[in-house]
């Protein structure tokens, strides 16, 4: 410790004070203790000088007095500069913390606003994340139905498709026992053929037209049919014959004002180019005008197709 600091040491100074009051006390109390005895001895040593010199002691008691005093004062009043610079320091210290607070502070919060912004940075990630793979799959499905939709467009367009329509008629002959023919014709209006063709037909007498709607359309089972294959725009003839030659009088029937009529139906089956079956129903009937010409009607019975 340097020697102009020493006395602002509050420890210090109190440690010197009580030792130069202690001295003091002690040359005091030699001085009190030397005048009894010379009291006590006076007859003794009345012939004798004193070896203590009064003016000595009260000097020495008054130079401790006065360090005491100014040590005193030196311990009650510090230097004026040096406690502004403590209280200066100490002030100094005081902002520097309370700067490290605020910052500490700032930055606390910083990371609270960084953290939330995070959250919803991931939150938001997930949410549009969610929405783009329900898009995808959307889209996805969206392409699928295209691509069916788009598959079943060219298989219409390029299916074939068989229709039956009018044909001749050649009528019995009497007296020969030949039956009235009926020769329809289909035709393929596809752009691709029609595999596997196959037909089956029936011609008889129906009761009245239009046909009743109970009729029964039932096509009976033959022992062979021949199949073919029908090109794109290909037309074919079809062959349907009555089982029996018909009696005069049913013969002047048809051909007059009925009730009865002649008719023809039957089914043509096939398959198409994308392998799928498919098949035509047909129905006619067939009368004459008065001029003796053949017509032939379509029923509402019957005439369907998938």
Not at 1 to 10: D, I, K, R, Y
Not at 224 to 250: H, I, V, W
């Amino acid at each position: 410790m340097s020697g102009g600091n020493w006395l602002h040491n509050p420890a210090l100074r109190g440690c010197l004070i009580a030792a130069l009051w202690s001295l003091a006390l002690a040359v005091h109390a030699d001085e009190a203790s030397e005048a009894v005895g010379r009291d006590k001895s006076a007859s003794n040593v009345a012939a004798q000088p004193s070896s203590t010199d009064p003016t000595t002691s009260g000097l020495t008691l008054e130079l401790l007095n006065r360090i005491a005093g100014a040590l005193e004062t030196a311990n009650a009043k510090e230097d004026p500069p040096e406690k502004e610079q403590r209280e200066e320091s100490d002030l100094r210290a005081q902002w520097k913390m309370a700067e490290w607070a605020f910052w500490m502070m700032v930055a606390s919060f910083a990371q609270v606003v960084i953290g939330g912004a995070g959250i919803w940075y991931i939150r938001r990630t997930l949410v549009l994340n969610r929405i783009a793979t329900l898009a995808a799959a959307e889209a996805a499905q969206a392409a699928d139905r295209a691509v069916e939709v788009a598959s079943k467009t060219a298989e219409r367009q390029l299916r074939a498709y068989v229709s039956v329509n009018h044909g001749a008629v050649y009528e019995q002959k009497p007296p020969s026992q030949l039956v009235i023919e009926i020769q329809p014709f289909m035709e393929n209006h596809g752009q691709t053929p029609a595999y596997n063709l196959t037909y089956a037909s029936e011609a008889c007498l129906v009761p009245s037209f239009p046909i009743p709607a109970d009729f029964d359309f039932q096509i009976p089972a033959l022992p062979y049919q021949s199949m073919t294959c029908l090109n794109p725009g290909q037309k074919l003839a079809m062959f349907c014959g009555m089982r029996a030659p018909l009696s005069a009088e049913a013969l002047r029937e048809i051909k007059g004002p009925g009730p009865r009529r002649l008719c023809i139906y039957g089914r043509v089956s096939y398959t198409d180019a994308f392998g799928e079956p498919r098949y035509t129903n047909f129905s006619f009937v067939i009368g004459w005008n008065a001029e003796g010409q053949c017509f032939w009607v379509n029923t509402q019975q019957h005439n369907d197709s998938n």
